[in-house]
């Protein structure tokens, strides 16, 4: 992984130094898995269970994507993520304030999306 393009995830709010440490130093396979983070389907199914209002499925994806982040050091995407699980935990959907949870999501897919077009260019 080269210094530009962890200055990079830096400047987007990545914790590159706790998280490389995570991996034991091993920077290559830190950056094998920010390869792989995309590909998971966590994101996408997240996004269409808030489209329905499923709220159980959407919990087990948000909080589900709040571990990946959080391993991956993508501090904006697991705090946004975190926001949601504890949103709706254990609320029914007559108890969930509908609007917090797009405020959530919106902040959600403006980090993801910005941490998407970096991971794009490794």
Known sequence: MDE???QRLKEC?????TTVNRFMGNEAMY???LKK??????????EESIREENYEEMFKYAHTLKGVSANLGLDP????????????RG??????DK???QDIW????????????????L
């Open 91 to 96: 609320k029914q959907a007559e108890e969930v």
């Open 106 to 121: 919106q902040e959600l897919q403006r980090v993801y999306k910005t941490f998407e077009d970096l991971l794009g260019t």
């Open 4 to 6: 530009s393009f962890k």
């Open 99 to 101: 609007g917090r949870v």
């Open 37 to 46: 983070f995309t590909d998971n389907s966590n994101y996408s199914g997240l």
């Open 13 to 17: 709010g990545a914790d590159v130094e």
């Open 31 to 33: 950056e094998k898995f």
């Open 77 to 88: 995407i697991y705090k946004a993520a975190s926001d949601l699980t504890e949103e709706i």
